[in-house]
């Protein structure tokens, strides 16, 4: 059998101590190469932090196995998630094979309670506060209620509930029967599911390009000293926008830890631009793929631009519409409101926007933004014009 790397993850809970330890072993007589915090990564080495350790370890490893049991291990509040979640994050955003093993009580509990009260909190936070439940609300609120067992922390449901979110398949632990890990993992190998590395890891990296900060210093200093007419073509100009706006990944944060590609959008397909004129917004042009009617009144809450516009000058907003699968990029400058739009992955509907929403934002607002601050210039100077 090759010889396979593979992290042993838990919560250090007493049920789990003696599997963990004897998983190790037997691992090891297999010709594996098991690693764990107790055995071959430890506390041992100074002024280390332990959770990029395990982190660190994660990546390098070639099989992520996980025990779930009762006990939901150490929270750190900056990332709202705790270390043996950002683990298996972390194994997950390197494409790791993941194995998941969870009580098996507590694998029925969750399914037949616990995941429909989840289902319909989740449905009703949204509805009423337009973002998804930070993990801390969803404990509070399975904390007081009267179906959901005590003895179990509360954030093992949460844990649970985001695999069932990511398609990860849990399979059956019975602390009381053992694994045959020699026919487990051969028959992984039968399947095809062990991804063995073919050469050493390779670091992919990538540099940014360098921002003229200079010049851009000396075009934002010497804008407010001109005056800016109109426009030429004013079509021209969202096309030049929009043959720049690429797409990306949208990058979700965990604290200083680590973060996780949650997600993609494709290329600008269509921008347009609105101006004010009295009570209402007057279409300017429009290119690409869009269908903007020719004006809005300034009440009309329905319109991505109107409500950019009533947010104030040098504002900027990302929305999201499920039955066009498309993301909004709204900014206003002065009296204009453009709106640039975005192609979202199928997978993206509005729960999983509202999850994601300041990961999306952040990962549209921060693409090209010397790009955007040099458009807001521009119209500001023309409402001076």
């Known amino acids: 059998m090759p010889r396979t790397k593979i992290f042993i993850s838990s919560v250090n809970e007493d049920g789990l101590k003696p599997l963990r330890k004897s998983v190790y072993q ?4 297999l010709g594996h190469e098991p690693v764990m915090w107790e055995e071959n990564i430890g506390p041992w080495i100074a002024n280390a932090d332990p959770v990029t350790l395990c982190l660190q370890a994660v990546e390098q490893c070639d ?10 291990g150490t929270y750190d509040a900056a990332a709202e998630r705790t270390i043996t979640h950002l683990e298996f994050i972390k194994a997950q955003e390197q494409e790791t094979t993941i194995l998941v093993f969870a009580d098996v009580e507590v694998k029925r509990i969750f399914f037949g309670t616990v995941k429909p009260l989840m289902d319909q909190y989740i449905d009703n936070y949204i509805n009423e506060e337009e973002r998804f439940p930070s993990p801390l609300h969803m404990m509070d609120a399975l904390r ?31 602390l009381g029967v053992p694994i045959d890990w020699r026919s487990y993992f051969s028959d992984l190998l039968r399947r095809g ?20 900060d200079d010049a851009f210093d000396l075009i934002n200093d010497l804008m407010p000293h001109l005056q800016i007419c109109g426009f030429h073509n004013a079509k021209q100009f969202l096309s030049q926008m929009m043959e720049r706006a690429c797409g990306g990944m949208i990058e979700h944060g965990y604290g200083k830890y680590m973060t996780e590609c949650v997600g993609s959008y494709g290329d600008c397909s269509a921008v347009t ?39 104030g000058d ?9 039955a066009k699968n498309m993301f909004y990029y709204c900014i206003r400058s002065g009296p204009y409101v453009i709106t640039m739009h975005y192609p979202a992955e ?40």
């Open 26 to 29: 037997e691992l090891q007589a």
């Open 63 to 72: 099989i992520y196995l996980l025990f779930i049991g009762s006990k939901a």
């Open 144 to 174: 007081q209620h009267s179906q959901v067992p005590g003895h179990i922390d509360p954030y093992v449901w949460y844990f649970l509930y985001d695999m069932i979110l990511r398609s990860i398949y849990i399979d059956d632990l019975s």
């Open 193 to 212: 599911s062990l991804l063995l590395p073919l050469e050493e890891s390779i670091q992919l990296s990538g540099t940014r390009l360098e921002q003229l």
């Open 273 to 311: 631009l609105y101006v004010k004129q009295e009570d209402q917004l007057i279409l300017v042009a429009k290119v690409g793929k869009a269908h903007g009617p020719p004006h809005y009144k300034l009440d009309n809450k329905s319109s991505y631009a109107v409500l950019t516009y009533h947010l």
């Open 314 to 322: 040098q504002e900027e907003q990302v929305f999201f519409t499920a």
């Open 346 to 385: 199928p997978n993206w509907d509005h729960r999983r926007f509202i999850r994601y929403k300041e990961s999306v934002n952040h990962a549209i607002i921060s693409k090209n933004p010397a790009i955007i601050e040099f458009i807001k210039l521009c119209l500001g100077g023309m409402q001076r014009g």
